[in-house]
Nanobody
Framework: QVQLVESGGGLVQAGGSLRLSCTASGWTFSSANVGWFRQAPGKEREFVAALRWSTGYTSYAGSVKGRFTISGDNAKVYLQMNSLKPEDTALYYC?????????????????WGQGTQVTVDS
């Protein structure tokens, strides 16, 4: 059984930083795509960043490019978030999926964590 657990969320002032972590059990990150998505109240879940582990290729949403960085090792995947803005406030989810699938599409990911809340105060 695959389980993903996110951590590292919290309340931060605008301009601040947070680092989210995602730990997997029952799945080896080295054989997957790993993505971060977020969902704000009343909005659809949206793509944030992803890592295609087999090649090291990364992809970012335009709204976070240059501010967020996805990285990881065999045990954890991280999302370093800098220069946070109030519009980054959301529940952030980690997800894993098969290598052959598109990175930015929620349907490409078979397993999801429960999410960690990020709140950016202006």
């Amino acid at each position: 059984q695959v389980q993903l657990v996110e951590s590292g969320g919290g309340l931060v002032q605008a301009g601040g930083s947070l680092r989210l972590s995602c730990t997997a059990s029952g799945w080896t990150f080295s054989s997957a795509n790993v993505g971060w998505f977020r969902q704000a109240p009343g909005k659809e879940r949206e793509f944030v960043a992803a890592l295609r582990w087999s090649t090291g290729y990364t992809s970012y949403a335009g709204s976070v490019k240059g501010r967020f960085t996805i990285s990881g090792d065999n045990a954890k995947v991280y999302l370093q978030m800098n220069s946070l803005k109030p519009e980054d406030t959301a529940l952030y989810y980690c997800a894993v999926g098969a290598v052959a699938q598109p990175l930015g599409v929620p349907g490409s990911y078979a397993y999801w964590g429960q999410g960690t809340q990020v709140t950016v105060d202006s």
